[in-house]
């Protein structure tokens, strides 16, 4: 029942982009703006003691939908620490006045002491960049 409802999640998500770009409320970016659009996607999917069907396929959809948008993708599938932390160190490197960053992970999650860990592997990253 619990991946039916990622999966619509997923659809519902991926919908809602392509209706808000019909719209004009997500536009492809012009060549000629000033700000740069920035996406970090990660998709891991093969954990050892239970892997997942379809992170790896979200992350790529999205990173496709967001491609078509203009926005510059660092895709990162079945990564391990390590290629996480260099994707989002090189997604901070990347971000300036301006720019419009976006952060897309599909994937199991860890809850630690009712904190999100994925939460705070990003601040501190994000903190060691300033």
Same mark, same amino acid.
């Given at each position: 029942?619990?991946?039916?409802?990622?999966?619509?999640?997923?659809?519902?998500?991926?919908?809602?982009?392509?209706?808000?770009?019909?719209?004009?409320?997500?536009?492809?970016?012009?060549?000629?703006?000033?700000?740069?659009?920035?996406?970090?996607?990660?998709?891991?999917?093969?954990?050892?003691?239970?892997?997942?069907?379809?992170?790896?396929?979200?992350?790529?959809?999205?990173?496709?939908?967001?491609?078509?948008?203009?926005?510059? /993708?660092?895709?990162?599938?079945?990564?391990s620490q390590k290629?996480?932390?260099?994707?989002?160190?090189?997604?901070?490197?990347?971000?300036?006045?301006?720019?419009?960053?976006?952060?897309?992970?599909?994937?199991?999650?860890?809850?630690?002491?009712?904190?999100n860990t994925l939460?705070?592997?990003?601040?501190?990253?994000? /903190?060691?960049q300033i």
């Open positions: 029942m619990r991946k039916v409802i990622i999966c619509i999640l997923v659809i519902v998500l991926l919908s809602a982009i392509g209706v808000l770009a019909q719209k004009g409320m997500i536009r492809k970016v012009n060549n000629n703006d000033s700000k740069e659009c920035i996406a970090l996607v990660i998709g891991n999917a093969s954990y050892k003691d239970s892997p997942l069907n379809n992170p790896v396929n979200d992350a790529q959809d999205m990173a496709k939908a967001l491609g078509e948008l203009g926005f510059t /993708v660092i895709l990162k599938t079945n990564a290629d996480m932390d260099e994707g989002l160190d090189e997604f901070t490197k990347k971000l300036n006045n301006g720019c419009v960053g976006l952060f897309y992970y599909s994937g199991h999650g860890v809850q630690f002491d009712g904190m939460y705070l592997w990003m601040l501190t990253l994000i /903190v060691k």
